[in-house]
C-alpha cells in the first residue's frame, strides 16, 4: 500500500525488520511469505528485502539500504579537526595547509576541497565544527540543557558581578561601573542591587545582599530569608566575610563548575537584558568593536554622573519587576508572580542583618585613647567610663573611617568608633595627588598600595571615595614627598663623554673617563668642568689650556 508512511519511517523501519527476518533465519522459521510482507510493509522488492538479509548475515552492523563504504575514504583525522581550530573552522584554508605540507612530502595529497567538506560534514557534530570555528561558547549554543524546576520565591537565588558596557564620569574619569545583584529565580525578580564605580568586592556583595533581604522601603517588596545562592566561583562571593554572612542567614551556597554560565541561567539572562534594553541606549555606550578595533564615540557625547547612571539603573530594575512580563513567566510581571506565591516570607531585623554582614577582626583593649586598629586610633562618646574593658571589633570592608563595637564577653553591641584626628578632604586630595605623582615613577612597587576604591551604592547618590587617613598621616605623607623632583632622581655621568680629537690637549683626569677599554670612575670635584669646545670659529675649535693644565 503506498502513501501509508513517510520514507524517513520506512527507512528507519528497515533495520529492525532485518533483524527480525534474521532472527526467524536462525530458529529456522523464515519463509518466503514473510519476505513478501516484510516487502509489502517497507514498500520494496522482495529481492531487495533478500539482498539485505544477505548483508546481515556476512555483517550485523551494517545498515540496510546504505551505500558500501569504502575502505579508503577519506575521514576527517586529528590532524584535519587541529587544523580546523587553527583557522577558525576555514576549510578552505585547511586544504591550502594540507597541500602546502603535501608539497613538502609531509603527508598524503589532499582530497578536493567539495571531499573534504563531505568528511567534516558526516564526522563532525554540528556542535564540534561551531566549536573549532568559534570555541567553547559557540559549541554550547549546540548542546541540550535540561530546565530546572522553577520551584517557589526565596527558594534559590543566583547572584554575579558585571561590568556594565557603558562609560560613565567619576571624579573626572571616565570609567565602566560594575552592577552587583540577585534574582529570584522562581519569580525572575531583581531582589536587590548595587553598583560601584569600579572594582567590585566583598564589600559590594554584602551591600547588594542587604538590599536583597531586606523588605522595607526602599527595597520592598521583594525580599526575605532565602534558601539556597548559586555563585560562579567568584572570589568576592566566596570570601571569608560573604560566606560567614551567608552561614549566620542558613543560607546554603552552591559553588558552581568554572565556565558554566548555563548553570545560572537567570541572572546570565539578566545580565544579557539589561545591556540590549537599557544600557544600550544610554551615553557613552561603550559598543561592542570588531576585534582590533577600538569603540568609537562622539567626541562631544557628554557622560552621565555616577549619581544619574545609578538613579536611572534603579528605575529599570523598578520597570523590570513591575512592568516587564517575562517569556517564562507567561504573561506575569514579576511582582504579580511573587505576589501570587503563597509561600511564607521569613524576615530578619535591618540591625541584625547589619551586624551579619560586618567583617570581624578579633578583639581589642579600650583605653584612654579609644581603640588600636590598624595603627590608628578610633573614638566614639559611649566609651567615656569605659577604659579597660576587652571589646571585639567589626567593620564593613574598606570602610576604615568607622567601626562597629561589642562587648567581647557578652557580645553585647556598644556602639561605633569613628577614626581619631580625621584628615580633611583637601589634605586627602593632596596626598592622592602625591601618591599618584610617586606611582608614576614606581608603579611596579606601588600599585597596589595606590588602588582608589569607591563606596558602593544601593541608591542614588555621588561617588564616595574610600581609605581614610589621620591628619598625622596626611602630613607625614606630604612631608615624603615635598621637593621631590625629577632632577634630584637625575644621577650624572651615568654615560661618559665622547673621546675628544686626538690634537686636543686635555688633562689626564678628564682624558681618562673617555678612554675605550677602561671603567669610568667617578668623577672628584676639581674634575666637574667639561671640556665641549665652542669657539667663534664653529664648533670643534680647540680651547687654551692655563698653566694648570685645565682649558681656559
Excluded at 580633611?424 to 610617586?438: F, K, L, M, P, Y
Aim: net charge positive; with cysteine; aromatic share 6%.
Amino acid at each position: 500500500m503506498r502513501g501509508g508512511l513517510p520514507s524517513s519511517s520506512l527507512s528507519a523501519l528497515r533495520g529492525p525488520a532485518v533483524r527480525r527476518l534474521l532472527a526467524l533465519r536462525q530458529e529456522q522459521k523464515l519463509t518466503t511469505r514473510h519476505v513478501r510482507l516484510m516487502a509489502q510493509s517497507l514498500e520494496v522488492t522482495e529481492r531487495t528485502v533478500w539482498r539485505w538479509l544477505a548483508a546481515a548475515e556476512r555483517d550485523e552492523s551494517a545498515e540496510p539500504g546504505a551505500r558500501a563504504q569504502s575502505k579508503d575514504r577519506f575521514s576527517a583525522t586529528p590532524e584535519v579537526r587541529r587544523l580546523l581550530a587553527l583557522w577558525k573552522g576555514n576549510v578552505a584554508a585547511v586544504h591550502r595547509e594540507l597541500t602546502a605540507r603535501a608539497a613538502r612530502g609531509e603527508g598524503a595529497p589532499p582530497p578536493s576541497i567539495p571531499t573534504l567538506h563531505r568528511a567534516i560534514q558526516r564526522d563532525l557534530t554540528p556542535g564540534e565544527r561551531a566549536g573549532l570555528a568559534g570555541g567553547e561558547r559557540e559549541a554550547r549554543k549546540h548542546d541540550v540543557f535540561l530546565a530546572r524546576p522553577r520551584g517557589w520565591r526565596n527558594h534559590v537565588w543566583e547572584t554575579d558581578h558585571m561590568q556594565a558596557p557603558v562609560l560613565i564620569d567619576v571624579d573626572g574619569t571616565a570609567r565602566r561601573p560594575w552592577i552587583t545583584w540577585f534574582t529570584d529565580c522562581a519569580t525572575n525578580a531583581i531582589t536587590g542591587v548595587a553598583v560601584t564605580p569600579i572594582h567590585p568586592s566583598r564589600e559590594s556583595v554584602l551591600a547588594a545582599l542587604r538590599s536583597a533581604v531586606l523588605r522595607e522601603d526602599p527595597y520592598g517588596p521583594f525580599g526575605g530569608l532565602l534558601e539556597k545562592v548559586r555563585v560562579d566561583r567568584g572570589k568576592d562571593f566566596l570570601s571569608r566575610t560573604v560566606t560567614a554572612a551567608f552561614d549566620l542567614l542558613d543560607v546554603t551556597v552552591e559553588d558552581l563548575p568554572a565556565y558554566t554560565p548555563h548553570l545560572k541561567g537567570t541572572v546570565e539572562g539578566l545580565n544579557r537584558a539589561v545591556e540590549s534594553m537599557f544600557l544600550a541606549a544610554l551615553p557613552g555606550y561603550a559598543r561592542q568593536p570588531r576585534p582590533g578595533k577600538r569603540p568609537s564615540r562622539p567626541k562631544d557625547e557628554v557622560l552621565l554622573g555616577f549619581e544619574d547612571f545609578t538613579a536611572r539603573l534603579l528605575a529599570w530594575t523598578r520597570w523590570w519587576n513591575t512592568e516587564h512580563q517575562p517569556a517564562p513567566l507567561r504573561g506575569r510581571t514579576p511582582v504579580e508572580a511573587w505576589q501570587d506565591d503563597p509561600t511564607p516570607l521569613r524576615d530578619v531585623a535591618a540591625a541584625d542583618l547589619w551586624t551579619f554582614t560586618l567583617e570581624d577582626a578579633g578583639t581589642r583593649m579600650l583605653t584612654t585613647r579609644g581603640i588600636r586598629f590598624r595603627k590608628r586610633d578610633y573614638v566614639g562618646p559611649w566609651m567615656t567610663g569605659q577604659s579597660g574593658i576587652q571589646v571585639r571589633i567589626r567593620f564593613m570592608p574598606h570602610h576604615d573611617h568607622c567601626i562597629e563595637v561589642y562587648h567581647a564577653a557578652t557580645g553585647r553591641y556598644l556602639g561605633p568608633a569613628d577614626l581619631a584626628d580625621q584628615a580633611t578632604e583637601e589634605q586627602v586630595s593632596a596626598v592622592r595627588r602625591a601618591g599618584a605623582a610617586r606611582s608614576r615613577r614606581l608603579k611596579k612597587d606601588l600599585e597596589a598600595s595606590q588602588r582608589e576604591r569607591y563606596a558602593t551604592a544601593t541608591h542614588a547618590e555621588p561617588p564616595r571615595r574610600l581609605g581614610a587617613l589621620t591628619g598625622a598621616q596626611a602630613d607625614a605623607e606630604l612631608a615624603r614627598s615635598a621637593g621631590t623632583s625629577l632632577s634630584q632622581l637625575a644621577l650624572p655621568y651615568v654615560i661618559p663623554p665622547a673621546a675628544p680629537p686626538a690634537d686636543w690637549r686635555t688633562p689626564a683626569s678628564l682624558a681618562a673617563l673617555t678612554t675605550a677599554g677602561r671603567p669610568a670612575p667617578l668623577p672628584s670635584s676639581r674634575d666637574s668642568a667639561s671640556v665641549v669646545p665652542d669657539g667663534p670659529a664653529g664648533r670643534g675649535a680647540p680651547s687654551t689650556p692655563d698653566e694648570d693644565g685645565d682649558p681656559s
